[in-house]
């Protein structure tokens, strides 16, 4: 999908059918914006400077009226005005006339999470997988708040409200792994409202389908998964934030840094000390912090704690900024039978992204 001038980096890739109508339109209201911004503050800084007190310039010769030259500032606005009305209004009716032969989906948005929900029964959060170049219609309701389902790559949104029905409709041309976010400022982590669009082939879909929309299903968790599991099974993330907090201190970025502890020793956090940090917590506690972590040293076996430690080297600051983590399995057992309802009860208390993981998300 060529519109060659159009396609700057400034915009986000574009990938459906409807995105290089979008940018042309886009970049020619920008581009005009551009042109009139540069030629009137240069108009302005000439004019400044030309007739500032003291050149020696003509002052006589003052106009009061010029018929020609008003005519052509206000007629040459109103019909640019009026081509971007006509452009816009043929690009809006385009992307709000439904699609009748369309991949139906159903969409929840909901404090801070996006459920999908496929016609075959398979649910999704965060993740929508569709197939290239066929129409997809999603149906959408919130549960509680507004929230605005916005995919940049498809140049697609559209108010998600509580109460009413809303449709946005648009065909993915690439296949490829794009963004989802919310594009209405819907509470404290609004910015943690994203996920990922899929957009498969037809027989990487089908098959997607047929392990029932779980791509990772027959593949062994890696170490770090693992760990994230039990960290999530465990509750960890109950006490453990991206942040310092009065229950407990950040896991983020603490491998290999020197931990302080209250008896004013310190040690590096390496695997050894994880390990002991996990199992017998309260050997040595981290400065700032009282002996409430729960005893793991009967719970948790020895490859649970290795597991957890490699997690742990895994969560380093910055990562699942936008990516929410991406720990890539199914909970056994869980795969895909959480109800909507418990998700949302469960509401992404943890308060971090990187910490939000798949039990959670499920
Ligand atoms: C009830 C809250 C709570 C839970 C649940 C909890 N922790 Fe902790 N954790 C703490 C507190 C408080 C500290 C700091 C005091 C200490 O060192 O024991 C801590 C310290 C740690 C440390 C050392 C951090 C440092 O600053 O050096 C590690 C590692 C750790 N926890 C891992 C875990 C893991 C893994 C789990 C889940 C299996 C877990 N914690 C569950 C409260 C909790
Ligand atoms: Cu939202």
Known sequence: MGWGPFQYN????????????????????????????ITVVAMIIFFAARYRRGTKVNRKNILTHHTGLELIWMGVPLVLAFLMFGWSTKNYMAVRTMPKEATEIFCIGKKWMWHFQHMNGVRENNELHVVVGKPVKITMISQDVIHALYLPEMRAQYMVVPGRYTELAFTPTKPGRYKILCAMHCGTQHSE???????????????WVDKGGNKYKNKPLTIQEAGAQIYSEKGCANCHTGTDNPRAPTLVGIYEKTRKFTDGTSAVADREYLREAIKMPHNRLTAGWENTMPVYGGTL????????????KTLTPGKGDFVRQDVKHSTPGSDGDSSAVDIANKGGSAGNAQFRTSEERR
């Not at 915009?11 to 109508?21: G, L, Q, T």
């Not at 409202?193 to 098959?207: I, K, T």
Request: net charge negative; charged share 15%.
């Open 10 to 37: 400034i915009m986000p890739e574009p990938a459906s059918e409807h995105a290089p109508y979008y940018d042309a339109l886009f970049m020619t209201i920008t581009g005009l914006a551009v042109f009139f911004t």
């Open 193 to 207: 409202m994203v996920g990922q669009l899929y957009v498969m082939n037809p027989s990487e879909y089908a098959d």
């Open 301 to 312: 076996t020895e490859l649970q704690v290795l597991q957890l430690a490699e997690y742990i």
